[in-house]
């Protein structure tokens, strides 16, 4: 069960600015913890899209940004293009339970 | 650039021991900066971090694989493995070895991922 919480699944036309939800709770993203998010095409391994709530690693297009307020945190995608559908997921860790890593539900980006 | 390799049997019996291997190239496995991690997502899925290691063997796991996962590393030969016992048909999944970067806030990242071994629990 994924502490995390994102909307199944979001749409936009190319060109469009859509956002990815990522809810979480004072036991991860609230006890500041670092949000991180991943992107996967599909068939293929996850791939880190952005990490430390809005760094993008080398090679990441600008059109991909992240923020994190209080319990929750969001990716952007401004400018979508057909190549960015895919599912993204966001990542941080969790105090509760000994500790552990915890990934959003997924959010699954379709280009109109 | 580093890159990880998963390999180990496709196909796993209920109740029987899962063992995957990940061999890491193109960088030390010793290396004091990373810790090395599984992963894994069933099929139209969302991912589940499993347990890490350090290379001095210290392990971390997911409280809710209850004592079945264990992870081990092998400096010599640059890889590191994941054992599941007790396996059941809710284990089929695609199972990922990754590194992970430790954030100074606290947390890990994981990047890069391995391509995946799928295995699937059936008699």
């Known amino acids: 069960q994924s502490v995390l919480t994102q909307p199944p699944s979001v749409s936009g036309a190319p060109g469009q600015r859509v956002t990815i939800s990522c809810t979480g709770s004072s036991s991860n993203i609230g006890a500041s913890y670092d949000v991180h998010w991943y992107q996967q095409l599909p068939g293929t391994a996850p791939k880190l899209l952005i990490y430390g709530n809005n760094i993008r690693p080398s090679g990441v297009p600008d059109r991909f940004s992240g923020s994190k307020s209080g319990t929750s945190a969001s990716l952007a995608i401004t400018g979508l293009q057909t190549e960015d559908e895919a599912n993204y997921y966001c990542q941080s860790y969790d105090i509760s339970l000994s500790g552990s890593y915890v990934f959003g539900t997924g959010t699954k980006v379709t280009v109109l | 650039q580093v890159q990880l390799q998963e390999s180990g049997p496709g196909l796993v019996k209920p109740s029987q021991t899962l063992s995957l291997n990940c061999i890491v190239s193109?960088?030390?496995?010793?290396?004091?900066?990373?810790?090395w991690n599984w992963v894994r997502q069933p099929a139209g899925k969302g991912l589940e971090w499993i347990g890490r290691i350090y290379t001095s063997g210290t392990t971390k796991y997911n409280p809710s694989l209850k004592g079945r996962v264990s992870i081990s590393v092998d400096t010599s030969k640059n890889q590191f493995s994941l054992e599941l016992s007790s396996v059941t048909a809710a284990d089929t999944a695609v199972y990922y070895c990754?590194?992970?970067?430790?954030?100074?806030?606290?947390?890990?990242?994981?990047?890069?991922w391995g391509q995946g071994s799928l295995v699937t629990v059936s008699s």
């Open positions: 990754v590194r992970g970067i430790l954030v100074l806030t606290g947390g890990m990242r994981f990047d890069p």
């Open positions: 193109g960088g030390s496995i010793s290396s004091s900066d990373y810790y």
